[in-house]
Every structure is written in C-alpha cells, then in structure tokens.
C-alpha cells in the first residue's frame, strides 16, 4: 500500500510546493462528554481493531530553535498513517493528544513519514518508548524540503509541511502536503513492517 501511495503521488507531481498553505482555525480542544461515550469496552476496541493490519511508520521532524530543555530532532512511531488526496498531493497520521513528541513537531511544522521495512522492528521500538533519546544510533540524513530525518533503510519516505490539523476524540488528525517523496526500489523494494494483532508480523 505505501508503495502503491509513492507511486501515485509521484505520478501527482509531489515534487515542489505550490504555493504557500493557508492554516486553517485552530480546532477545538475538550474532553470528551460521559454522554458522547460508545457503550464499547476499551479492551474489546483494541482487540477487534487490531485484526486489521497495518503499516508502521517513523515520523520525524527537524529540532527547532529556542526549544526549551529539549535538542536535536523528535519522531515518534505511528501505525495509523494513510494516503489522503493527489490533487493536491496529501497524507495524513493520528497522534494522541497526550503526545510528548506532537507539540516539538507541530513547532516545527514539517515532518518526514519513514515507511518502516520488515527488518526494522527493532528501529520502531526505539521510538514508541517515550523519554529516551529516540536517535541515538540512528543512522539518517535530512528530507529534501524540510530538513526532518529520513532513516536509512527505510521502504519510503514522504516529506511534508503541516496543512491542517483536526480533532478526533482522544487524538489528532494531522494532514500533510506532500513536498517531495521517494522510495527505496532496488530489484524488488523493500518489503513492509506489519503490525498484527499487537505483533509485528
């Protein structure tokens, strides 16, 4: 599906910027009403859900400065990422609102996806722990555009800048516009990381 994504959005033109983006009003941000919950058990939700496989990704973004207490880049994995539009070319993730690393991404204002291959499960891992130095070891050089991390031996990556951000109960819809994208071919590509079932598969 990632690749299927690259390709479509290369045959889009995702090359350059068109044009600056205009931001869209801040959304609204409250708790969710006693009289707005699902009679649906969280550990059922979870359980069901999760027969749906999914890709995992890395997004990062470039460290900024005057962050205070906090140096070099952020990422976080994220499984729930999706190709949105080609025209124009954009994508879109889920992050928690509780998220540490969001708030350092959104200052930032762009971000890389890393489509994460079937050998870097260990990688992923790295960054789903909250706290630690997530980059330490990583092997990576800078997006095109942005400048955020792009990590070796990824399937593909997608380099974006921040186009609108939307609530969802208890996370955050960002989509990005796509600036430039590639993806790591060689003979046959690289196969993907799945997630299955609370597993990598």
Avoid at 101 to 110: E, H, M, N, Q, S
Avoid at 142 to 162: E, F, K, N, Q, Y
Avoid at 171 to 179: A, D, K, T
């Amino acid at each position: 599906m990632a690749a299927a994504a690259v390709r479509y959005l290369r045959s889009a033109g995702a090359s350059t910027v068109a044009g600056p983006v205009e931001a869209l009003p801040r959304p609204e941000l409250r708790a969710v009403g006693d009289d707005e919950r699902a009679p649906v058990d969280q550990t059922v939700f979870r359980r069901v859900l999760g027969n749906f496989a999914t890709g995992v990704t890395v997004i990062t973004a470039p460290g900024v400065d005057g962050e205070a207490g906090v140096a070099g880049p952020a990422g976080f994995a994220c499984q729930s990422f999706a190709s949105l539009s080609l025209d124009p070319p954009l994508i879109c993730f889920m992050v928690g609102r509780t998220s540490t690393t969001w708030p350092r991404i959104a200052r930032a204002g762009v971000f890389c996806v890393n489509v994460l291959g079937a050998h870097q499960g260990e990688l992923c891992r790295g960054f789903a722990v909250s706290g630690a130095d997530k980059f330490a070891g990583v092997v990576y050089d800078a997006a095109p555009v942005s400048g955020s991390p792009r990590l070796a031996g990824a399937a593909a990556w997608v380099d974006c800048t921040i186009h609108a951000v939307h609530t969802g109960g208890d996370h955050l819809i960002v989509v990005g516009r796509v600036n430039a994208l590639g993806a790591n071919d060689g003979d046959d590509g690289i196969a993907p990381l799945l997630f299955h079932k609370g597993r990598f598969l």
